[in-house]
Each structure stands twice: as C-alpha cells, then as structure tokens.
C-alpha cells in the first residue's frame, strides 16, 4: 500500500510530494522578488489580486486512491472528482482558501463460494478542507501554485451482496483529519477569469469494517483536475 512513506503501487506518497514541493518552494523563492518586481502592482493571485480580493473556483477530474483490494476479483481505484474552492488574498501571493471535495469511490467486488452470493463493497470519500496558497508569477499572465493544508473527510462504507444470500448489507462511516498538499498552474483569460489545472494529494486513515473488500491504514490518493477561477 502507498501512504507516508513514498513511492508505493505505482503512485506517489504524501512525504515524497511534501519533500518536492518544499523542493519547488526553496527554488521559487529565491526568483519570487524579482518576478514581483518585474509585475509590479499586478503581482495578486491569477487573475484576481488586492483589488479583487475573492475568488471562487470549480474543478474536475479523476481521483485516484492507492489502497489494497486483498482477493477482490475487480477492483476500481480512480473515479470522477468535483472540488469546489472559495479564496481570499489575504497579502499579495498569498490566500486563505476553503474547499469542499468530492474524492470519488473505490469499488471492489469478489464472488463468495460458500454463500454462493457477489459481494461488492464500495468506499466513498468527501470532506471539506482548508489552507494556504502560494501564488507565484511566470509571466503577465501565467502562475504557479503551492497548496498546503488539512482536510476532514468523510469515509462511507457500502458493502451490499446479491439476492442469493441471506447476509445483510452493511454500512459504516468514518471521519478523520487529514494532511493535503497540491500543485497547481493557471493561465489568466481575463481580468476576472482564470483557467487552472491542479493536482491534490492527501493521505485519508481508513478503517474498514472487518469484511471490507478495500483494504484499511493510510492510503494515498491524488486528484487531476481542471476548472476555471472567478474572482470578484
């Protein structure tokens, strides 16, 4: 399984991404006076700044979740997400952001010989999360982004069989806080709109139910999204 300590099952662990992004920080810090500079009373957030000081943005993709399905015959990781973000520059690059997230489903199923029954059991993750942005300059109108912050999901477990069985469904939840990283970049359409591409890491705590198909700890998971920015 993925998680905290790096790279696992094909993806990208939540320390290797922090360890990156400090990385592109160190490095972007070091051109960021000049760049402002170079902007002058432009240098804001995208394409909202001091005198647009809130924004709001919308973004989909595909979530992609590094868990273990154990014996499961079919296993589904990625699924379609939705985040919903408001902003607030609080200081010239720098805004306050809150986000509700939908992180999509891992669905898993596997066939029971003895019960003679399809089990199926499907993990659901939403949360609403809040953080830093860090909005760095490219040109007049392209920026580079770094997000750090925490996020509490909801966890929903549905573990259903088919008619042929006579074992019930179940169904739990879980909540947990969580660490949430991102990279982003946007390119500025207008004086109001923006067109942004992000990626978001998290590490969400699972604990299935004991007959869970998908397996439980800290799993990674990142989110591809594209959306457009409003500011306001």
Known sequence: MGGIG???????????????????AGGLGAALPAAAQGLGNGFGAGAWSAAR?????????????????GLALVCDRNAAGLRVTGA?????????????VDEGQV??????????????????VRGAGLGVAWWVP?????????????AYHHVRFDENLDAA?????LRETRSSWDPALGLGVSYRLS??????GRLDWTDTRL???PSSLIGGGTVAAHQWGVGLTYGF
Do not use: M, N
């Not at 924004?55 to 595909?62: D, E, F, K, M, P």
């Not at 607030?88 to 509700?100: I, Q």
């Not at 920026?143 to 925490?150: P, Q, S």
């Not at 004086?191 to 942004?196: F, G, I, M």
């Open 6 to 24: 790096g790279i696992g099952r094909g993806g990208i662990g939540l320390r290797a991404v922090a360890v990156a992004v400090a990385w592109c």
């Open 53 to 69: 000081p809130y924004a709001l943005a919308v973004s989909s993709g595909v979530s992609h979740w590094q868990t273990d399905c």
């Open 88 to 100: 607030w520059v609080f200081r010239p690059g720098l805004s306050l952001e809150a986000s509700y």
């Open 107 to 124: 669905k898993a199923r596997r066939w029971l010989v003895e019960e003679q029954a399809l089990q199926t059991t499907r993990l659901r």
């Open 138 to 150: 490219l040109d007049s109108r392209w920026w580079g982004v770094l997000r750090a912050g925490a």
């Open 165 to 169: 069985s006579t074992l019930p469904a």
């Open 191 to 196: 004086a109001r709109w923006q067109l942004d």
């Open 207 to 209: 604990r299935p139910p």
